[in-house]
């Protein structure tokens, strides 16, 4: 599996991006997508995941801001980033997971095992 995240870039405060992440896999439907972010000297954290079509979970931080959703036609998960703030400055990761039905949808690092290279978000105050 391999991912390729595109679309960060600079913003003021209050603007939006749309993070992309295109996967190549043969199942795209079978993985659960998500998003993580680390900015300079913090761990890694959670930001979005998504679950099939419509099973999606937020951060508390970013929740009502920010939606994931996936394109299967395209093998394609999106990151709509709105009302941005200098605190979601970070550099940006989508991850893959195959994870059983009936089990959490995963907004741990390591419960995903395949990861893209990063795109950076810089918000302007």
């Known amino acids: 599996v391999q991912l390729q995240a595109s679309g960060g870039g600079l913003v003021q405060a209050g603007g939006s991006l749309r993070l992309s992440c295109a996967a190549s896999v043969r199942t795209f439907s079978n993985y659960v997508m998500g998003w993580f972010r680390q900015a300079p000297g913090k761990e890694r954290e959670f930001v979005a995941a998504i679950r099939w079509i419509s099973s999606t979970y937020y951060a508390d931080s970013v929740k009502g801001r920010f939606s994931i959703a996936r394109d299967s036609a395209k093998n394609t998960v999106y990151l709509q980033m709105n009302s941005l703030k200098p605190e979601d400055t970070a550099l940006y990761y989508c991850?893959?997971?195959?994870?059983?039905?009936?089990?959490?949808?995963?907004?741990?690092?390591?419960?995903?095992?395949?990861w893209g290279q990063g795109t950076q978000v810089t918000v302007s105050s």
């Open positions: 991850a893959a997971a195959l994870k059983p039905a009936g089990t959490t949808i995963g907004t741990r690092p390591e419960e995903y095992f395949y």
